[in-house]
């Protein structure tokens, strides 16, 4: 039980420190920052429901997508997506 109060909170504030890197994403990275407000949501939504056995994998593959889209544009958001992707496998998913 402990676990998954820690995962929540670790998962809480990656999402605040990426939301806060997404917002500091210029208008001329327009698509960039729509396909990561979208990626945001849906990891957000994931935190909420968590009953379809296929979702989760799902999920890590669309992080995963993310990382290798953004490793060179968006280093620091790479660095987040990555500890994300880390906390959601180590909460089982």
């Known amino acids: 039980m402990m676990e998954k109060i820690m995962s929540k909170s670790e998962i809480s504030r990656a999402l605040d420190a990426l939301r806060q890197e997404i917002d500091q994403i210029e208008n001329s990275a327009h698509d960039d ?3 990561l407000l979208a990626l945001l949501d849906t990891i957000e939504d994931s935190q909420e429901e968590r009953t379809e056995a296929e979702a989760p994998h799902a999920l890590l593959s669309e992080v995963s997508e993310a990382l290798t889209e953004f490793e060179v544009k968006h280093p620091s958001i790479t660095g987040i997506l990555n500890d ?3 906390i959601l496998g180590n909460s089982g998913i």
């Open 33 to 35: 920052k729509q396909r």
């Open 84 to 86: 994300i992707l880390v």
